[in-house]
């Protein structure tokens, strides 16, 4: 009779790349995946904020309640931070860190023999390479998650993800190729490239093959079956004219740009310890436009900062309207114990931080919908993955990274060139041409 079990994960899409590669080596091992009354629950956890610590371990006392004879294993950046919280819940079998995930598959198979509690959490400072973690099939149908990166050196004051993931290691070249014809054999078209610091991609100093991000872009579209490929996020002082030059060539770069700005003051940003101020940001935001016109520009913010000055969200509104991003993420800043902000005097209240987020949120709604609107008569192409909300439509994201919705007849995963015709709903609505 096969083992069963089940992956719960929290936190950002290399956590979820994590569980699905996790999953797959448990696959090869012989075991089976089951949601309920698994014999295994293996809960992958985040600590980036102190909410996602006390979801994790609700998660696990959870698993444990509704599983009393299940094997619990609990692994992710939550116990690398916090390994002897996670040791007094009660009901944990097995506990790893962030970087040695691939050895749950055997750490289970050992608690199944040994019944005895195992805790193998690895020093971040020993750590020098990266997990070569692979996935050749991904329950999303459409858009395939490549982790091509771990850890950060940043040290932006409000982050604990340099604590959780250590240092910055970049996997090898082949094997991110190889993963891409593995998935594009497998009928996957987009590709995104994904890690916690993607633009500290071949950075590490011990590298002894040097490469860059854009090698990694130029070499994945180099796999036929790869028809377009998205950045998950990059840091604005990556962007060079080569750089943009050389993504251009390939033809299969999607002009999607996620440049995390975080604020548009820079006393704030020097504040929280972020390597650009605002006219750098602008200088290169306005560098993609002359290589990609139509790129989207989508950004993190975080109102409430430590200090800020009601000043610096005016710095932060002007700047905004300046850039005119396609899509605003908003965060209220929240104190996380371990960092440097939460020891930072001159905290701002709730209250203040509610107005902010909202002032910021309903500027978001007017710029968003004006770079919607500049969209009708344009010509985008969009990969289609779902029958839309809207009746009788089919919908997919454009390049640049829209939702895109046709009454055409078109199957899912198929790219087509879409002519604009409007704007409903905050959505582009189109004909196939
Ligand atoms: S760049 Fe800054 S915010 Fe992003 S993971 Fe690194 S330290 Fe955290």
Same mark, same amino acid.
């Given at each position: 009779?096969?083992?069963?079990?089940?992956?719960?994960?929290?936190?950002?899409?290399?956590?979820?790349?994590?569980?699905?590669?996790?999953?797959?080596?448990?696959?090869?091992?012989?075991?089976?995946?089951?949601?309920?009354?698994?014999?295994?629950?293996?809960?992958?956890?985040?600590? #980036?904020?102190?909410?996602?610590?006390?979801?994790?371990?609700?998660?696990?006392?959870?698993?444990?309640?509704?599983?009393?004879?299940?094997?619990?294993?609990?692994?992710?950046?939550?116990?690398? #931070?916090?390994?002897?919280?996670?040791?007094?819940?009660?009901?944990?079998?097995?506990?790893?860190?962030?970087?040695?995930?691939?050895?749950?598959?055997?750490? @289970?198979?050992?608690?199944?023999?040994?019944?005895?509690?195992?805790?193998?959490?690895?020093?971040?400072?020993?750590?020098?390479?990266?997990?070569?973690?692979?996935?050749?099939?991904?329950?999303?149908?459409?858009?395939?998650?490549?982790?091509?990166?771990?850890? @950060?050196?940043?040290?932006?004051?409000?982050?604990?993800?340099?604590?959780?993931?250590?240092?910055?290691?970049?996997?090898?070249?082949?094997?991110? #190729?190889?993963?891409?014809?593995?998935?594009?054999?497998?009928?996957?078209?987009?590709?995104?490239?994904?890690?916690?610091?993607?633009?500290?991609?071949?950075?590490?100093?011990?590298?002894?093959?040097?490469?860059?991000? /854009?090698?990694?872009?130029?070499?994945?579209?180099?796999?036929?079956?790869?028809?377009?490929?998205?950045?998950?996020?990059?840091?604005?002082? +990556?962007?060079?004219?080569?750089?943009?030059?050389?993504?251009?060539?390939?033809?299969?770069? @999607?002009?999607?740009?996620?440049?995390?700005?975080?604020?548009?003051?820079? +006393?704030?940003?020097?504040?929280?310890?972020?390597?650009?101020?605002?006219?750098?940001?602008?200088?290169?935001?306005?560098?993609?436009?002359?290589?990609?016109?139509?790129?989207?520009?989508?950004?993190?913010?975080?109102?409430?900062?430590?200090?800020?000055?009601?000043?610096? +969200?005016?710095?932060?509104?002007?700047?905004?309207?300046?850039?005119?991003?396609?899509?605003?993420?908003?965060?209220?800043?929240?104190?996380?114990?371990?960092?440097?902000?939460?020891?930072?005097?001159?905290?701002?209240?709730?209250?203040?931080?509610?107005?902010?987020?909202?002032?910021?949120?309903?500027?978001?709604?007017?710029?968003?919908?004006?770079?919607?609107?500049?969209?009708?008569?344009?010509?985008?192409?969009?990969?289609?993955?779902?029958?839309?909300?809207?009746?009788?439509?089919?919908?997919?994201?454009?390049?640049?990274?829209?939702?895109?919705?046709?009454?055409?007849?078109?199957?899912?995963?198929?790219?087509?060139? #879409?002519?604009?015709?409007?704007?409903?709903?905050?959505?582009? /609505?189109?004909?196939?041409?």
């Amino acid at each position: 009779m096969k083992n069963t079990f089940n992956i719960l994960t929290l936190g950002c899409k290399v956590n979820q790349y994590e569980s699905e590669a996790i999953e797959e080596l448990f696959i090869n091992r012989g075991f089976e995946k089951q949601e309920d009354k698994a014999d295994i629950y293996v809960i992958n956890t985040c600590t #980036v904020t102190n909410m996602s610590d006390r979801k994790s371990r609700q998660t696990i006392s959870k698993a444990r309640k509704e599983n009393p004879n299940a094997i619990i294993a609990v692994m992710g950046c939550y116990s690398q #931070v916090k390994p002897d919280e996670v040791k007094k819940i009660e009901g944990v079998d097995i506990i790893l860190g962030s970087r040695n995930k691939e050895d749950v598959v055997s750490l @289970c198979q050992d608690f199944l023999n040994d019944k005895k509690q195992i805790s193998d959490i690895i020093s971040l400072s020993e750590t020098k390479t990266i997990e070569e973690l692979q996935i050749e099939n991904q329950s999303e149908m459409t858009r395939a998650y490549i982790k091509i990166q771990d850890g @950060c050196n940043m040290y932006c004051s409000y982050c604990m993800i340099p604590y959780a993931r250590g240092d910055i290691s970049s996997r090898n070249m082949d094997s991110i #190729v190889e993963e891409a014809k593995k998935l594009t054999d497998n009928g996957f078209k987009e590709i995104v490239l994904t890690g916690i610091h993607v633009s500290s991609y071949g950075k590490e100093k011990a590298l002894k093959e040097k490469s860059d991000l /854009i090698d990694v872009i130029e070499n994945v579209a180099k796999v036929d079956g790869v028809k377009r490929i998205r950045l998950s996020s990059m840091e604005p002082r +990556h962007i060079s004219r080569d750089f943009l030059e050389r993504m251009k060539k390939t033809g299969k770069a @999607c002009d999607h740009f996620h440049l995390s700005l975080q604020s548009g003051s820079n +006393h704030i940003l020097k504040l929280m310890n972020r390597k650009y101020d605002p006219s750098l940001y602008k200088e290169k935001v306005e560098l993609i436009r002359e290589y990609f016109p139509n790129a989207g520009i989508t950004t993190d913010i975080i109102v409430g900062f430590p200090q800020e000055t009601e000043e610096d +969200h005016k710095d932060t509104l002007e700047f905004i309207k300046e850039i005119g991003f396609s899509k605003i993420h908003v965060f209220k800043y929240s104190k996380r114990t371990g960092t440097v902000a939460a020891t930072m005097s001159g905290q701002i209240n709730g209250n203040i931080k509610k107005e902010r987020s909202h002032d910021i949120l309903k500027l978001e709604e007017k710029i968003r919908k004006d770079f919607l609107q500049k969209q009708v008569g344009n010509t985008l192409s969009v990969l289609f993955e779902t029958k839309s909300d809207m009746d009788g439509f089919m919908s997919g994201y454009s390049s640049n990274y829209l939702r895109v919705n046709v009454k055409d007849k078109v199957e899912t995963n198929q790219i087509k060139d #879409v002519l604009i015709t409007e704007v409903k709903d905050n959505e582009l /609505i189109g004909k196939i041409i």
